[in-house]
């Protein structure tokens, strides 16, 4: 009975320190768990009302860099909707991530209102660094409005153009965007020499002209006045320095030379609406069809491709309307490859959102805005201009 009992407490005691160690184990364990989930940074505000509240929250690539730097990044978009925006939006995650920085993004939704409320929100959760793609960007009031929210935390702009002025207001203020009125030059260099090697094929009419619907964005909005004004200009400097005709607008009585899109969404949908409605009276069968379109953007150009496409243009085998955008869009690269469309201007939304995240690493820091920034593209002490690209696919 003895020896049992000394068996008994043996195993007894053998089974204790297992569960012990076992205990021990699964506090570890939990422990870790509790460190990869206070390390999530990326959490997306969408405001289709007033609110700023978290939408979703998930883990960074790199938890350990993350740990690295304190405080937080708000990051402002002017609508989640935008295609361009959208790329923009994966790229500069994924190089706040890979850069140890937690942030915060929100969808204004088109809102300038909505954006300036998120302002207050994030200032008040303690963001340290504001990074805006601006809606309002008609006047310099938003700007400065949000400059004076800022009250001294960092701000970088990015994408709709802010003027100097409102960028030097403070003296932590700098601007990532591009030249826009570049894009409008490439524009129109391109579609210029595009019809000059095809203009025979392009003459639908056979009337000697080629006649083009022009597409802007927003009413007000300095890279669409300046795409607007240059795609089309430089294209005619082009054919008129060979001898060609300038281009004609399709509607001799629009006096503007182009259709915007109302809600200043630069949108697919109202370049569909536009063209669809310019083909009821504007064909091939009527013998004044629309020969050229020129958009503001790659979203309207496709745009004008799905109601071409529809009535049986820009397909194998059919007759091909060059269609001619900006931003070298995923869905855009796709159709020049269909040759559905014809070209558009590259605007990196990786080097955009790269230089975004060195500049808020660099504020986060302590360092000069623009230290490490290739100087090439700096502009005084307030701008990095990203560069473009002609995109045709070839």
């Given at each position: 009975m003895k020896k049992l009992n000394k068996k008994f407490l043996?195993?007894?005691?053998s089974v204790s320190m297992l569960a012990v160690l076992t205990a021990c184990g699964g506090k570890d364990d939990t422990a870790a768990t509790n460190a990869d989930t206070s390390t999530a940074t990326n959490t997306d505000t969408a405001a289709p009302a007033e609110s700023a509240a978290p939408a979703e929250t998930t883990a960074p690539a790199d938890t350990e860099t993350s740990a690295a730097r304190e405080g937080s990044v708000a990051v402002f978009y002017y609508t989640y909707g935008d295609t361009y925006i959208s790329s923009v939006r994966a790229a500069l995650d994924s190089a706040l991530d890979a850069a140890g920085i937690q942030y915060q993004d929100y969808d204004s939704n088109n809102s300038q209102t909505t954006q300036s409320e998120?302002?207050?929100?994030?200032?008040?959760?303690?963001?340290?660094?504001?990074?805006?793609n601006l809606v309002d960007t008609g006047s310099d009031d938003a700007a400065k409005n949000i400059?004076?929210?800022?009250?001294?935390?960092?701000?970088?702009?990015?994408?709709?153009?802010?003027?100097?002025?409102?960028?030097?207001?403070?003296?932590?203020?700098?601007?990532?965007?591009?030249?826009y009125e570049m894009a409008g030059h490439m524009q129109g260099e391109m579609i210029g020499n595009y019809l000059l090697e095809n203009y025979d094929t392009l003459d639908l009419n056979g009337d000697g002209t080629i006649?083009?619907?022009?597409?802007?964005?927003?009413?007000?909005?300095?890279?669409?006045?300046?795409?607007?004004?240059?795609?089309?200009?430089?294209?005619?400097?082009?054919?008129?320095?060979?001898?060609?005709?300038?281009?004609?607008?399709?509607?001799?009585?629009n006096s503007n030379k182009y259709l915007v899109d109302q809600a200043g969404a630069w949108s697919s949908a109202a370049a569909t609406e536009y063209m669809q409605t310019i083909m009821s009276q504007y064909s091939e069968a009527n013998n004044n069809m629309v020969e050229l379109v020129i958009a503001n953007n790659d979203e309207m150009a496709i745009g004008a491709v799905t109601a071409l496409q529809n009535a049986g243009y820009n397909k194998d085998g059919s007759t091909v309307i060059p269609v001619f955008g900006v931003d070298a869009t995923d869905a855009a690269k796709d159709a020049i490859a269909a040759g559905s469309m014809i070209g558009t201007i590259k605007q990196d939304a990786d080097g955009m959102a790269n230089t975004i995240a060195d500049i808020t690493a660099n504020f986060m820091d302590g360092k000069e805005a623009f230290d490490g920034v290739d100087s090439a593209n700096v502009v005084g002490t307030w701008r990095v201009n990203i560069p473009y690209a002609t995109y045709t696919g070839n």
């Open positions: 043996c195993t007894l005691l998120q302002v207050t929100t994030a200032i008040a959760q303690g963001a340290t660094v504001l990074v805006v400059i004076t929210q800022a009250n001294g935390v960092p701000v970088i702009f990015f994408n709709r153009s802010v003027s100097e002025e409102a960028v030097t207001s403070s003296d932590k203020c700098v601007f990532v965007g591009t030249d006649s083009y619907v022009m597409f802007k964005g927003q009413e007000g909005n300095a890279e669409a006045d300046a795409r607007t004004k240059y795609g089309q200009e430089d294209a005619d400097t082009i054919l008129t320095g060979a001898g060609k005709p300038a281009l004609s607008f399709y509607d001799s009585a």
